[in-house]
């Protein structure tokens, strides 16, 4: 966040969403011009666990009456059509979730990681690596790292 003349600027793709700023300034900032919506999966309250808040999946889309909130349509008919696929019987989308892991869920919705993806507020964003961006790939040999690191 910075100040051009009398105007507050944020850098959007920046933001984490964590609202340490609202919580800092709340009469300085207001809603946008731009309306829409965030969109949150997988939260439930089991009775032994307790609450369990949801993954921040789509930080904004854009929902707009005029064009019948087809983008939010398309991603929850998405969701449900993944869900119906790869869940077991009685299973919520958030345990398939944590089942299949956040990165596969990501790429089967066709959605880049991003640091708005968190855990819960104000934790460390998700950091994703596929086997190929990692030089010498996931694969290690045990007895090569043992003669490195004697104990």
Not at 37 to 47: L, W
Not at 103 to 123: C, N, W, Y
Request: glycine letters at 8%; a negative charge.
């Amino acid at each position: 966040m910075w100040m051009e003349g009398s105007e507050l600027k944020i850098d959007d793709k920046e933001c984490t969403r964590c609202m340490h700023c609202i919580n800092v300034m709340p009469r300085a900032l207001r809603p946008g011009v731009d309306k829409g919506a965030s969109i949150c999966v997988g939260a439930k309250a089991p009775i032994l666990d307790g609450a369990q808040f949801a993954t921040l999946v789509v930080p904004f889309i854009k929902v707009e009456k005029e064009n019948e909130f087809e983008e939010l349509t398309e991603f929850i008919e998405k969701v449900w059509d993944w869900w119906m696929e790869v869940g077991k019987n009685r299973e919520r989308v958030g345990e398939t979730m944590q089942r299949v892991g956040l990165p596969t869920f990501l790429s089967v919705m066709g959605i880049d990681a991003i640091p708005q993806h968190v855990k819960e507020p104000r934790s460390n964003p998700y950091i994703f690596w596929k086997e190929e961006e990692v030089e010498g790939g996931f694969e290690r040999d045990i007895n090569e790292f043992r003669a490195k690191h004697k104990a």
